[in-house]
Nanobody
Framework: QVQLVESGGGLVQAGGSLRLSCAAS????????MGWFRQAPGKEREFVAAISRSGHNYADSVKGRFTISRDNAKNLLYLQMNSLKPDDTAVYYC?????????????????WGQGTQVTVSS
């Protein structure tokens, strides 16, 4: 049974930083592309970042501010978020897919965590 569990969300002032973690179990973690998505109230779930065995991909809105990384030995996925803005407020989800290509579409991902709330105050 695949489980993805996010942690690290919280309330932060604009300009601050947070690091999200996602603990994965029940899958061969290193073989999966991993992604971070977010969903704000009243909006669709949107792509934030993805990482494969050899590369990463970012949404234009977070490039230069967010960094995705993974520790395959510990089955952990991270999202370092710097220079946070109020527009970054959302529930953040990690997701896993066996498909290669660092997909940006939620439907390409097979497994999802329960989400962690990030709130950025102005």
């Amino acid at each position: 049974q695949v489980q993805l569990v996010e942690s690290g969300g919280g309330l932060v002032q604009a300009g601050g930083s947070l690091r999200l973690s996602c603990a994965a179990s029940g899958l061969t973690f290193s073989r999966y592309d991993m992604g971070w998505f977010r969903q704000a109230p009243g909006k669709e779930r949107e792509f934030v970042a993805a990482i494969s065995r050899s590369g990463h991909n970012y949404a234009d809105s977070v490039k230069g501010r967010f960094t995705i990384s993974r520790d395959n030995a510990k089955n952990l996925l991270y999202l370092q978020m710097n220079s946070l803005k109020p527009d970054d407020t959302a529930v953040y989800y990690c997701a896993a897919t066996p498909a290669q290509g660092m997909a940006v579409i939620p439907d390409r991902y097979d497994y999802w965590g329960q989400g962690t709330q990030v709130t950025v105050s102005s």
